[in-house]
């Protein structure tokens, strides 16, 4: 079926450092999502995407967060600086339509660990 | 906040037997759907049932939702231990383009 590519699947960075998740999303959907999943909890909405633009942005999604697709190349989340409460698994989303009433194919997760 | 949870942290049952895992949600929605993330994956959908239907079948799976009481359930028989994960339910925020997570529940299969 489709699926959404999300690389690395691990990072191990320093606090204070930038990062950058990349995600491909599944071909020709229009809407992009990142989650953040801290070890066995609830899975956390941050931010949506569409149209080149965010349509909504949870708490959780800080300052220090910023997405973007450039030229419908993959779909990144990036942190800087990061710190050391950013550890946790992030996993990006598609969907053909908004997420209501379709299916939202979720990437594998990037696990990023702050140190 | 969470507009959607499941009813059980966990859940146990051995291979073979039937389980049903509860939600229950706080808001009007046009859709609740059924996932499942296995250990070290994302989550998968299994089962989406929109607001005017009742009941949704996928295989062994079967959702049911209740607009009046505001919840739901999903039906696993004949369960294998392939099926052992976290269970979530989700709904769609209303006004908005995401899928809200519940808390999950932990489902054992055990052989």
């Known amino acids: 079926g489709p699926k959404v590519l999300q690389i690395p699947s691990h990072q191990i960075i320093d606090m204070g450092q930038m990062v950058t998740l990349n995600c491909d999303p599944v071909s020709n959907h229009l809407y992009f999502y990142w989650y953040k999943q801290i070890l066995g909890q609830q899975m956390e909405f941050l931010v949506n995407f569409y149209n080149g633009k965010v349509m909504e942005k949870s708490k959780l999604f800080k300052d220090q967060f910023s997405v973007e697709r450039p030229d419908g190349s993959y779909f990144t989340l990036k942190i800087q600086p990061t710190a050391l409460e950013d550890s946790a698994v992030y996993f990006c989303?598609?969907?053909?339509?908004?997420?209501?009433?379709?299916?939202?194919?979720f990437g594998k997760g990037t696990r990023l660990t702050v140190v | 906040s969470q507009l959607a949870e499941e009813n059980s942290w966990a859940l146990s049952v051995h291979e073979g037997e039937s389980v049903t895992v509860n939600c229950s949600y706080k808001t009007s929605i046009t859709a609740l759907q059924w996932y499942r993330q296995k250990s070290g994956k994302g989550p998968a959908q299994l089962i989406l049932?929109?607001?005017?239907?009742r009941e949704k079948r996928n295989g062994r799976l079967r959702a049911t939702l209740d607009t009046s009481s505001q919840s739901s359930s999903l039906s696993i028989t004949a369960t294998r231990c392939e099926d052992t994960a976290v269970y979530f339910c989700?709904?769609?925020?209303?006004?908005?383009?995401?899928?809200?997570f519940g808390k999950g529940t932990h489902l054992h299969v055990l052989p």
């Open positions: 989303a598609s969907s053909g339509q908004g997420a209501r009433n379709t299916e939202v194919f």
């Open positions: 989700a709904t769609d925020a209303p006004n908005a383009y995401k899928v809200i």
């Open positions: 049932i929109r607001s005017n239907e």
